[in-house]
């Protein structure tokens, strides 16, 4: 089994910037690519960046690209989003989730481990 934990939500104003992190334990060493997803009320979880663990190579949906960054610190089995310039659009519940397959891309299906999810309000 994989755990997957979220930290580092808030509350910003247009224009600031978070940083959240997600650590993983158990089996973590399974897990061939990171990613993060969101979901506003009302609205589906969508695809926000992921990570491949072995070559750090990373894939962002347009809405983000250039304001978010996906990293991660291999020592610490955490992976981390930056997001500067946050827009309220921004606004969600951001989850961590963790892919064991070869490959996995956009759809929350692909992916086996979540974490709890952690708030980002974006206010105008």
């Known amino acids: 089994q994989v755990q997957l934990v979220e930290s580092g939500g808030g509350s910003v104003q247009t224009g600031g910037s978070l940083r959240l992190s997600c650590t993983a334990s158990g089996r973590s060493f399974s897990m061939n690519l990171m990613a993060w997803f969101r979901q506003a009320p009302g609205k589906e979880r969508e695809f926000v960046a992921r990570l491949r663990w072995s070559t750090g190579i990373t894939y962002y949906t347009d809405s983000v690209k250039g304001r978010f960054t996906i990293s991660r610190d291999n020592a610490k089995n955490t992976v981390f989003l930056q997001m500067d310039s946050l827009k309220p659009e921004d606004t969600a519940v951001y989850y961590c989730?963790?892919?064991?397959?070869?490959?996995?891309?956009?759809?929350?299906?692909?992916?086996?481990?979540w974490g709890q999810g952690t708030q980002v309000t974006v206010s105008s």
């Open positions: 989730t963790g892919c064991s397959r070869i490959a996995c891309y956009d759809s929350p299906r692909e992916y086996a481990y």
